[in-house]
């Protein structure tokens, strides 16, 4: 399961750092936050759904190894705040990563076999891994109650510059100890993820070709496999 997007999760979605010690030098105001945020706020009630390439890096410093998959992710919000989500991995290795609420289910066809969990099981078992993508899902006021959140710089992200937050929990229920969050300035909304673990290993998560508010039927995030398929039901 070492490939299932090992992590956290980012709760009350959308949404960790290695060299937990390393600062990055804040040189953007510190009073330019607030106006970040409501920005953010904006673009968080406005966005209905996102179709988007994702990049994840897994970096293990205790081996110095790292592990990279590629895929795209569907994501529709709800009011209620479980809304669903799917990855489809094309690389390394093909892999469907769904939730629904909160079901999980990840499937593997190289060994014929789909995982049934629920988002609070897969968090702490750490095989589901980001459940939903801080920063997207969840209001501002969510985020500014589970975590500290700091402003450290601009920095351009594939060309297109983007503001890096740092999250640090307020509390002990997180499985990383800080997440930093590079928000599109243009659009208001994530663009990568850096998690940082207790060990020092990180991953980090960056979303491509964000296609904000497409269709999307909700029978898309419905993982299909043939009869045969080995089920490991966890729920």
């Known amino acids: 399961m070492k490939r299932i997007l090992s992590g956290a999760v980012i709760l009350s979605l959308l949404l960790a750092v290695g060299g937990a010690s390393h600062r990055a030098e804040a040189s953007v105001a510190p ?32 081996i110095n190894t790292k592990d990279t998959d590629y895929g795209t992710l569907l994501y529709k919000p709800a009011a209620n705040g479980k809304g669903r989500m799917r990855i489809d991995y094309t690389r390394p290795d093909a892999r469907v990563f769904s939730v629904i609420g909160e079901s999980v289910v990840f499937y593997q066809p190289r060994i014929n076999q789909a995982l049934k969990t629920t988002v609070a099981k897969a968090s702490k078992g750490r095989t589901g891994g980001y459940s939903q993508l801080v920063g997207l899902d969840s209001s501002v006021k969510t985020l500014a109650g589970k975590f500290n959140i700091e402003l450290l710089r601009d920095e351009a992200i594939d060309g297109k510059m983007a503001t890096q937050l740092r999250l640090v929990p307020k509390g002990a229920g997180e499985s990383f100890t800080s997440l930093e969050l590079w928000v599109d300035t243009g659009s208001s909304l994530p663009v990568q993820y850096k998690f940082h673990e207790r060990n020092g290993d990180y991953t980090i998560v960056k979303l491509t070709n964000l296609e904000p508010n497409v269709k999307l039927a909700d029978d898309l995030f419905v993982v299909k496999y043939p009869s045969g398929t080995k089920v490991v039901d966890k729920i």
């Open 31 to 62: 009073q330019l936050l607030p106006g970040i945020l409501s920005k953010m706020e904006r673009a968080h009630q406005g966005l209905q759904s996102l179709k988007a390439g994702i990049v994840q890096q897994k970096v293990n410093t205790q």
